[in-house]
C-alpha cells in the first residue's frame, strides 16, 4: 500500500483562482516533507521542504502546510497562472531511510485561461 | 555543468537486449539518485549513491538492475534483458549529504521503451 495519498487526482481551475492539494501520508517515523511541481516531460522541482516542526512554508504563490500529527499536508496555489499546469507531487522521507523517498502519485492540475 | 544531465533522453530497444542510464549529477553533490516513473503512476525509488556506495538499493526491482557510480560523479543504470514492463521515464536526482533540508535535484529523465 502506497503511504503516501493525494488528492484530487486531478482538478481544472480557472486563471487567477485560488486551489488546495491534499496529502495524506502514513511514513513513520518522519523526518520531513517535500512538495515538487513536475511540468510535462521534465524532471521534478521542488518547491517546499519541511520538517515536523514546521507547519507552514511558502515559495512565492506557493504555501504548504503540515500537521505532523495528524499527517496531512497541503498545498494551497494562490492566484494562479497558466504556468502552474502541472504534476503537484507530495514526497516524505522516513527518519529511519535517509535518502528513501516515498512519491504520492501527484495531483494533475490543469489552469484555464 | 549547470544542472543534472542524464543520457539518453530517449531510447527505444528491443526486449531481451541491455541497456545503460547514464546520470551526470551536478558538481559537489555527493548523494545521487534514480527513480522511474511508469505512465500514469508515481515516481518509485530504485537505489541511492553516497559517494560511490550504494547504502540503499533496496527499489531496484529485480536482479536485471543494476547501477554504479564511479569517482562521486557519474552514475549508470544497467537493465539486462530488458522486458516490457521495464518501459518507463527513468529520473536521476543529485543532492547534498542525505539530511532532513537536503533538495535534490532532477534531471530531464530517460524515455525507455520496450518493444
Known amino acids: 500500500k502506497n503511504q503516501v495519498e493525494q488528492s484530487p487526482q486531478s482538478l481544472i481551475i480557472l486563471e487567477g483562482k485560488n486551489c488546495t492539494l491534499q496529502c495524506n501520508y502514513t511514513v513513520s517515523p518522519f523526518s520531513n516533507l517535500r512538495w515538487y511541481k513536475q511540468d510535462t516531460g521534465r524532471g521534478p522541482v521542488s518547491l517546499t521542504i519541511?520538517?515536523?516542526?514546521?507547519n507552514t512554508k511558502s515559495n512565492g504563490r506557493y504555501t504548504a502546510t503540515l500537521d505532523a500529527d495528524t499527517k496531512q499536508s497541503s498545498l494551497h496555489i494562490t492566484a494562479s497562472q497558466l504556468s502552474d499546469s502541472a504534476s503537484y507531487i507530495c514526497v516524505v522521507s522516513g527518519a529511519d531511510s535517509w535518502g528513501k523517498l516515498q512519491f504520492g502519485a501527484g495531483t494533475q492540475v490543469v489552469v484555464t485561461p | 555543468g549547470a544542472g543534472v544531465s542524464q543520457s539518453p533522453s530517449n531510447k527505444v530497444t528491443e526486449k531481451g537486449k541491455d541497456v545503460e542510464l547514464r546520470c551526470d549529477p551536478i558538481?559537489?553533490?555527493?548523494?545521487l539518485y534514480w527513480y522511474r516513473q511508469s505512465l500514469g503512476q508515481g515516481l518509485e525509488f530504485l537505489i541511492y549513491f553516497q559517494g560511490n556506495s550504494a547504502p540503499d538499493k533496496s527499489g531496484l526491482p529485480s536482479d536485471r538492475f543494476s547501477a554504479e557510480r564511479t569517482g562521486g560523479s557519474v552514475s549508470t543504470l544497467t537493465i539486462q534483458r530488458t522486458q516490457q514492463e521495464d518501459s518507463a521515464v527513468y529520473l536521476c536526482a543529485g543532492g547534498g549529504r542525505p539530511g532532513v533540508q537536503e533538495t535534490q535535484y532532477f534531471g530531464p529523465g530517460t524515455r525507455l521503451l520496450v518493444l
Open positions: 558538481s559537489g553533490h555527493t548523494a
Open positions: 519541511m520538517t515536523f516542526s514546521e
